[in-house]
């Protein structure tokens, strides 16, 4: 059919987060197994970091290897494509060199073209250019977001969907996490009601680099002096620290803006307030430890004294916490930034060599980002890691910059990766870009005749996901014959006799403890990404009295007498030493 088909193989749309590099292995695979032919799979992208993950990925799964080759520039890749390889990296900017239509680099019909992100690059010179140098190859577009109803240009170039895999079925899976939208902007009474659709449009219609302030300012006018204003970054500033230090137990944050410079106000206004904020949390730490002796009931007491422990968990958490503007280098940036009488040097210096690690060595800002255990936990960015960046443990992305279509479903992506402990990704909306992504939708080739889906869920979903969590526990206590009702406004003597029964209703079986351990930490992990939210509070002593029950089974375990299983244990193992006998397997005269 790639005759008849005309080399149009079709367009995959693998959402966000779900793998494609995966299903461009899965695929070449596929084909070399059940086709005939010497096939050939030129992997194209349009971003260098793109080119290293999926290069990684083929390596990382075994079909290729450290040996299979990378176009250097486009010279290489003309000589490469008139070789014989099973696999060639390139990205669409090495097809800069002019086509002779006479001498193309091959007429072979059994090289396929896997292009990344087909929704960009693939109209262009550089892409008129590949298809010159390769007339008879068929080509396959890859995508993370769905094509638009009226794209008429990616149907043309790679012909219709042939897999869709889409937000919905990545969630059920388990290949991605949901995301839910909070719009905090409209709380603070920050936003227009479109003024993300005021900006876009013009930044669309110009087709400039967002982060150019100069231009920007001239194009953007009024709009861009509100987004921007020095009122509203203040608010913004003040609600993120509030915000993401509530979050310390979540995981990683991002924040959006608008531009560069922005960036830069953005950290010099949020830095202050960090550490007010800890200054804070520190006189409220102190006076709360002086209240305790006056406590006289012990369980008010120990739970007095936890809150004090999780207090001081908080403050050093913040303490230790790196917050840094990841931003291109730009032209006369240290003028730029001065006349905002920001040194954008020493930041320029961090991007560039990263962070000092613990052995001495350097550890990038990337690497650092992505690691869950390096303190670096706040990005300020505008452009940069954006798309293509992948963070399993990122859970909040804070957004503050107009955004539509692709761009936008790029970006909210970033976190909705799994991690161990993320029940779900945050965004927290400042400018008002739900009904963007929602008219977005709207436009995508998504189902014919069906309704777009919902990338975002609003943050009352997961309140929902919370109360039937918290309600499957309760059930499952309750079908062990402890009613949890007996633990709430319990204190003293009666609520250590409670947590006692509940402890001992769960040592039925093995079974019936660790579902309901599985249960609680599903409670746990809602409740946590709800922290920020008021109205979560209402179920605060249900979610205290599961945790209470959850850590008595943990103290049971942990204080279990296990001496008579180690000694058999350590008995075992030195019978097993005295029994090995030199073999032939074991290595003579090393010393």
Not at 91 to 96: A, L, V
Not at 241 to 263: N, P, Y
Not at 275 to 283: D, F, M, S, V
Request: hydrophobic share 40%.
């Amino acid at each position: 059919q790639r005759h008849e088909k005309a080399g149009r193989l079709g367009v995959f749309w693998h959402t966000q987060g779900s793998g494609k590099s995966f299903s461009m292995i899965f695929l070449a695979r596929k084909i070399f197994r059940k086709f005939q032919g010497d096939f050939t799979f030129l992997i194209v992208t349009d971003r260098e970091d793109l080119d290293d993950q999926i290069y990684k990925s083929f390596v990382g799964c075994g079909i290729a290897n450290q040996d299979t080759p990378r176009a250097a520039n486009g010279k290489d890749l003309e000589r490469l494509l008139k070789e014989d390889h099973r696999f060639i990296f390139s990205m669409i900017h090495k097809f800069n060199q002019p086509v002779d239509l006479k001498h193309p680099y091959s007429q072979r019909d059994d090289i396929i073209v896997l292009s990344d992100e087909a929704h960009r690059s693939q109209s262009g010179k550089l892409a008129r250019n590949m298809r010159l140098a390769l007339p008879n190859a068929s080509f396959i577009g890859f995508t993370g977001t769905p094509l638009f109803k009226y794209d008429h240009l990616t149907r043309r170039i790679f012909g219709t969907y042939v897999s869709k895999y889409d937000f919905k079925r990545s969630q059920e899976d388990g290949s991605t996490v949901k995301l839910i939208y909070e719009n905090r902007g409209e709380k603070l009474g920050l936003t227009k009601l479109d003024l993300n659709d005021t900006i876009a449009d013009r930044i669309e219609e110009a087709e400039l680099d967002t982060d150019q302030v100069a231009l920007l300012e001239k194009l953007l006018g009024k709009d861009y002096e509100v987004i921007t204003a020095g009122d509203r970054l203040d608010k913004i500033a003040a609600d993120f620290v509030e915000h993401c230090s509530a979050r310390w137990q979540s995981g990683k944050s991002m924040l959006v803006c608008v531009d560069k410079i922005t960036c830069a106000r953005m950290y010099e206004r949020i830095l202050p307030r960090w550490n007010t904020k800890i200054a804070a949390l520190e006189a409220e730490l102190a006076a709360n430890r002086a209240a305790l002796p006056a406590i006289s009931d012990s369980g008010q007491q120990q739970k007095a004294s936890d809150d004090c422990a999780k207090l001081a968990q908080r403050i050093q958490w913040m303490k230790e916490t790196l917050i840094q503007i990841i931003i291109s280098e730009a032209q006369n940036e240290m003028r730029d930034f001065k006349k905002w009488d920001f040194d954008i040097v020493p930041h320029r210096e961090l991007i560039k060599r990263g962070f000092d690690g613990a052995d001495g060595k350097r550890v990038d800002v990337e690497s650092a980002f992505k690691d869950p255990k390096h303190p670096f936990r706040v990005g300020i960015v505008c452009a940069m890691w954006l798309t293509g960046f992948d963070v399993e443990c990122l859970t909040t992305l804070y957004i503050d910059k107009p955004m539509r279509a692709h761009t936008l479903m790029q970006a909210i992506a970033r976190a909705n990766r799994v991690y161990e402990g993320k029940d779900c990704g945050v965004i927290v909306d400042y400018n008002g870009m739900l009904r963007s992504l929602r008219e977005a939708l709207a436009q995508y080739a998504v189902d014919e005749g069906g309704e777009p889906p919902e990338v975002v869920e609003p943050i009352e979903v997961l309140l929902t996901a919370l109360v039937e969590a918290i309600e499957f526990a309760e059930a499952h206590l309750k079908a062990l014959g402890f009613e949890i009702a007996t633990l709430t406004g319990s204190k003293g003597f009666q609520r250590i006799q409670a947590l006692r029964d509940a402890t001992n209703a769960l040592y039925v079986s093995d079974e019936a403890k660790r579902r309901f351990e599985i249960m609680a930490r599903h409670v746990f992990e809602r409740f946590k990404a709800l922290i920020t939210e008021r109205s979560a509070y209402q179920y605060a002593e249900r979610h205290d009295n599961l945790e209470a029950i959850y850590k008595k089974l943990q103290e049971r375990r942990d204080t279990s007498d296990g001496t008579d299983l180690g000694k058999q244990l350590h008995l075992i193992v030195n019978e097993a030493i005295r029994a090995q006998a030199t073999g032939d397997d074991q290595a003579k005269g090393l010393t």
